[in-house]
């Protein structure tokens, strides 16, 4: 397997990417909506800001993720897969990488306006925006929050596609992202 994709597989360097963000979704979602119950105010405060800065984390890899897709070719779905089909899943994948890159900003908005910017060590991740309460609110509210519900959904339906093409269809759209796999 190379670093970079071809016409059937995606290449070591995406592989990478899609799971190591896949990964880091599956520890920040739980501790976004567990963080505000935890009783223990020093243990909360540790919970949110590694919260925060997976959050930057995954905004730095999708960023980046973006970027080498943009000079890769995409493996493309099998020749019978439905117009419909092909349409969602360009729709799908646009969503997420958008939402990707929504959701982490918004949170970062918000803790920045909140001056509850994310911290590693004594350095702070600041914004150059002044701590404003409404800002604060409005990206947590209106933002962050509903997209975070949303993006849950599409995430559920990306994985739901993956496994209808893999045990349904029985082709290699799923095999193809595997770190061991490929195009058979």
Same mark, same amino acid.
């Given at each position: 397997?190379?670093? $970079?994709? =071809?016409?059937?597989?995606?290449?070591?360097? =995406? $592989? /990478? /990417?899609?799971?190591?963000?896949? @990964? @880091?979704? @599956?520890?920040?979602?739980? *501790?976004?909506?567990?963080?505000?119950?935890?009783?223990?105010? !020093? *243990?909360?405060?540790? !919970?949110?800001? =590694?919260?925060?800065?997976?959050? !930057?984390?995954?905004?730095?890899?999708?960023?980046? #993720?973006?970027?080498?897709? &943009? $000079?890769?070719?995409?493996?493309?779905?099998?020749?019978? =897969?439905?117009?419909?089909?092909?349409?969602?899943?360009?729709?799908?994948?646009? %969503?997420?990488?958008?939402? &990707?890159?929504?959701?982490?900003?918004?949170?970062?908005?918000?803790?920045?306006?909140?001056?509850?910017?994310?911290?590693?060590?004594? %350095?702070?991740?600041?914004?150059?925006?002044?701590?404003?309460?409404?800002?604060?609110?409005?990206? %947590?509210?209106?933002?962050?929050?509903?997209?975070?519900?949303?993006?849950? *959904? /599409?995430?559920?339906?990306?994985? @739901?596609?993956?496994?209808?093409?893999?045990?349904?269809? #029985?082709?290699?759209?799923?095999?193809?992202?595997?770190?061991?796999?490929?195009? #058979?």
């Amino acid at each position: 397997m190379g670093m $970079k994709n =071809t016409s059937v597989s995606y290449g070591s360097v =995406t $592989k /990478f /990417f899609h799971w190591l963000i896949f @990964l @880091l979704i @599956l520890i920040t979602i739980p *501790l976004g909506y567990v963080m505000g119950d935890i009783s223990d105010k !020093v *243990l909360r405060g540790q !919970v949110i800001n =590694t919260h925060k800065l997976i959050g !930057v984390l995954i905004l730095v890899l999708v960023l980046l #993720r973006a970027l080498w897709a &943009l $000079k890769n070719i995409k493996p493309v779905l099998p020749f019978q =897969t439905p117009a419909w089909q092909r349409s969602a899943e360009r729709c799908v994948h646009l %969503f997420l990488y958008l939402g &990707l890159i929504v959701m982490p900003l918004s949170g970062l908005v918000g803790s920045v306006a909140a001056g509850r910017p994310p911290r590693i060590g004594k %350095f702070s991740i600041e914004l150059p925006i002044a701590q404003s309460k409404a800002l604060s609110n409005f990206s %947590f509210d209106y933002i962050h929050i509903p997209l975070a519900i949303i993006l849950i *959904l /599409f995430i559920s339906i990306h994985i @739901l596609a993956a496994l209808y093409h893999h045990f349904i269809k #029985r082709d290699d759209v799923l095999r193809r992202m595997m770190p061991y796999g490929g195009h #058979r």
